[in-house]
Structure formats: C-alpha cells, structure tokens
C-alpha cells in the first residue's frame, strides 16, 4: 500500500512541477507572419507608443485655444494694519506735519475667477498639426517595425523549409548508400572487390549519416532563432509543416510603400516645424473674463462687512518679439526643411534601385533552380550508368562514389536553389505590402 501511495505522490509531484508544453504548427509563412504580430513584444511596445502619440494629440485639440482658468482664494489676516502718512491739518494740525492713520481691516477674504481663451493662435494651431503628424509618423514606424520583422521571420522560415528538404534527400541519399555498400560486400564476398573498396563505400555512408546528424541539430538552431523572433517562451514551441504554395504568379516589387510614407511625412513634418517658428512672431488674440469677490472684517471667525465685487470682459493681444531663442529655433527648423527635402529626393531613387534589386535576386534564382534541375538530371542518369557497370565489374567504385557525391551535391543545390526562389518572391510581397 506504501509502495502505490509513493508512486501516486510521485506521479502528482511530477504533473505539478513540470512546465505544460504547448506546441503550434504552421503551414505556410502567412500563418507565422500573422501570429508574430500578436507574440513579438516589439509590435506590443509600438502598439503601445502609438497610443501615447494619440493621446497627445487629443491634448493639442486643446492647446489650439489655450484655455486657462484659475480659481484663486485667499484669506488674510493683517496682524499689522498698514500706516499711511496723511497731513496733519486734515485733522486740525499744524500745516507742513503729518499724522500716522492705519486703513484697512484685519481680515481680508478673496475669492477670484478668471478665464482666457484663444481666439486667434497660430502656434496652437502649429502644435495641433504637428501633432497630427507625429501620430502617422508613429503609426507608419510601427508599420516598418512589423514589415523589418517579416523580413527576418521570412528568411529564418525559408532556411527551415530548406533543412526539412536536406533532411529529406539525406535521408533518401543514405538509403542509396546502403545500398552501394550492400553491391559492394557481395562483390566483396565473391571475390570481385577488394576491401579497401568496401572501406570507401562505409565511409562513403556514415559520411552521409554524419550529414544527416549536422542537419538535425541547424533544424534545432534554427527553430530556436523563430522562438526568439516570435518572443516564445520555453514553454512553447512551434513546428512547420508547410503545404505547398500553389501560386504560380510572378510578383513585380514597387518602391516600398512604407518607406516612400515614411520620407513624405518626415518632409511635410519638416516644413510644419519650420512654418510654425515663422507664426511664432504672429499676435495672439485671446477672449479674456473673470469675477472677484471680496470681504472685509475684524472678526477671526466671521468676516463682517459687505461683499465687494469687481467683473471684467475684454480682448487680450500679445505679441512675442524676436529674441535669441526664436530665432535659433527659425534657423534649426529651416536647416531641418532643407535636409528633409534633400534625404526625400535621394531615397525616392535608393528606394526605385532596391524595388529593381528584388526583381532582379527574384530573376537570378529562378535562373539558378532551373540551371540545378538539368545539372542534378544528368549527374542521376550517370551515376545510375556507373551502378551498372560497377555491377559488371566495367568501373572502378571511385568512379560510382565520385558521381554518387555529384547527385548528392545535386540534390542540396536543388533544395536550396528552390528555397531562395520562395524567399525572393515572400521579400517582393513583404516590400509591397503596407499593412
């Protein structure tokens, strides 16, 4: 009973302290591309920026009209009443003297509104569009941040695919090298084959089956370096089994959109800066209004006395005149304009050279797989001819493993001539994209 109670605590000790690991299949680059947009804690941080930008901006509604409102109250007590000089002969002195008079009372209460809003500000204005565009900026930045992560999630996904079709053709290659190393021990057995020629032929095979290791952990790195793109954690892990693409379409990249976005708007932010130090010398012209109350009295606890009264309207214009400051800022903002302007017209044509770039790496390793097809089908039609005559005693095993190694060769360049063909076309969509 003892032994089964253990094993039972051991067995719930177990459940309890080892972590649940949870897996997540993909099956196209799509599919990793969407959920890297919910995992990846740097699209959370922009999400969250950009959430701040909006809220300033909502704030800078308000800066357009400046409103200040104050509600000051005061109560004071004047343990000294203050002492006036009055001539004396007011009160029936000598005339050229003067006589001390105190004014006033002991306590004084006020209580003070005030308001002032702008009715013509050109520099709230200013902040407001400037704003506005500090928000798109944000928001197109978060867009190139996702964009930069699909770049990196489209390069590791591809290398993974071209790892799985390694491991394939090894697997597949290994399978042909048992069998060469199968003929050659009979023709071994026979008396047909010498044993240095049975030696090449196991090393010819384990030199596979050491391949086909050094594939299975790169397909370990490599999809701990998604886990990282995807911000996993250890608990986590994610597996591609793609289905093939059937999309036959040629793509044709453009000038990416976001970038071009990301040059407009700093330019048109440039020249609102600029436009706004030239508004700063503007005037400004603001509603002004306000009420005060005030009581007088000799008593701590209660003032004593009417309540004096004071109410104004009236139009506020000020003006800011030149100072050291404005105009650095004038010079600063003009500098900026011009090298906004300057940096828009030369990447318009960096970003028209990458488009054609794209088509062309597009181009280059279309060229290349179909080179590697032809290429892989003659090396197979000759090392099945060797095979053959090796059987027939008619070559040497050197020539066999010699065009053995050209179709294994063969096999890894198809693979891999075919994942740089998708990758290229996934970097043509990922460019033209604007999320």
Same mark, same amino acid.
């Given at each position: 009973m003892k032994y089964f109670l253990t094993i039972g605590l051991w067995i719930g000790m177990t459940l309890v302290t080892t972590p649940l690991i949870s897996q997540t299949v993909f099956t196209s680059l799509e599919d990793v591309l969407a959920y890297s947009e919910t995992t990846n804690l740097d699209v959370v941080a922009n999400n969250i920026q950009l959430e701040s930008s909006k809220k300033l901006e909502r704030v800078s509604k308000i800066g357009r009209f400046d409103p200040k409102i104050q509600f000051p109250i005061t109560y004071t007590n004047n343990t000294t009443v203050p002492v006036n000089l009055l001539p004396a002969e007011a009160f029936g002195g000598e005339p050229g003297t003067f006589r001390e008079v105190q004014f006033g009372q002991q306590y004084n209460l006020n209580f003070t509104q005030s308001l002032e809003v702008s009715l013509y500000n050109p520099v709230g204005w200013m902040d407001y569009s400037l704003a506005k565009l500090n928000t798109k900026i944000t928001e197109n930045n978060s867009r190139l941040t996702i964009q930069q992560l699909h770049q990196s999630i489209?390069?590791?996904?591809?290398?993974?695919?071209?790892?799985?079709?390694?491991?394939?053709?090894?697997?597949?290659?290994?399978?042909?090298?048992?069998?060469?190393?199968?003929?050659?021990?009979?023709?071994?057995?026979?008396?047909?084959?010498?044993?240095?020629?049975?030696?090449? @032929?196991?090393? &010819?095979? *384990?030199?596979?089956?050491?391949? +086909?290791? /050094?594939?299975? $952990?790169?397909?370990? #790195?490599?999809?701990?370096?998604l886990k990282v793109l995807l911000h996993?954690?250890?608990?986590?892990?994610?597996?591609?089994?793609?289905?093939?693409?059937?999309?036959?379409?040629?793509?044709? @990249?453009?000038? &990416?959109? *976001?970038?071009?976005?990301?040059? +407009?708007? /700093?330019?048109? $932010?440039?020249?609102? #800066?600029?436009?706004?130090?030239?508004?700063?010398?503007?005037?400004?012209?603001?509603?002004?209004?306000?009420?005060?109350?005030?009581?007088?009295?000799?008593?701590?606890?209660?003032?004593?006395?009417?309540?004096?009264?004071?109410?104004?309207?009236?139009?506020?214009?000020?003006?800011?005149?030149?100072?050291?400051?404005?105009?650095?800022?004038?010079?600063?903002?003009?500098?900026?304009?011009?090298?906004?302007?300057?940096?828009?017209?030369?990447?318009?044509?960096?970003l028209a050279a990458e488009a054609e770039k794209l088509n062309n790496n597009y181009q280059k390793a279309i060229a290349q797989y179909e080179s590697t097809l032809k290429i892989g089908t003659i090396n197979r039609d000759s090392y099945d001819k060797n095979v053959n005559l090796y059987r027939e005693g008619l070559v040497d095993l050197s020539v066999v493993l010699d065009s053995y190694t050209a179709v294994v060769n063969s096999d890894y360049n198809e693979n891999s001539a075919w994942s740089q063909v998708q990758l290229a076309k996934a970097k043509i969509f990922i460019n033209n994209k604007s999320y």
């Open positions: 489209a390069d590791n996904y591809y290398h993974i695919i071209n790892l799985q079709k390694q491991q394939a053709s090894a697997e597949k290659n290994l399978q042909t090298a048992d069998s060469l190393l199968i003929i050659t021990k009979n023709k071994y057995d026979n008396g047909l084959a010498r044993q240095q020629e049975v030696n090449n @032929a196991q090393v &010819n095979r *384990l030199t596979l089956a050491q391949q +086909l290791d /050094q594939i299975a $952990y790169s397909m370990t #790195d490599a999809y701990y370096n996993l954690p250890d608990s986590e892990t994610v597996e591609i089994n793609e289905v093939p693409p059937t999309d036959a379409t040629i793509p044709m @990249a453009a000038p &990416n959109p *976001l970038m071009r976005s990301n040059l +407009l708007l /700093q330019q048109e $932010y440039a020249q609102q #800066d600029y436009l706004k130090t030239q508004k700063a010398f503007l005037p400004t012209v603001s509603f002004v209004a306000g009420n005060t109350f005030q009581a007088n009295g000799n008593d701590f606890y209660a003032v004593n006395g009417d309540w004096l009264t004071n109410n104004y309207l009236g139009v506020r214009v000020g003006f800011n005149l030149p100072n050291k400051q404005t105009l650095t800022n004038r010079e600063v903002a003009k500098l900026n304009k011009e090298l906004a302007d300057n940096n828009f017209r030369k990447n318009q044509a960096t």
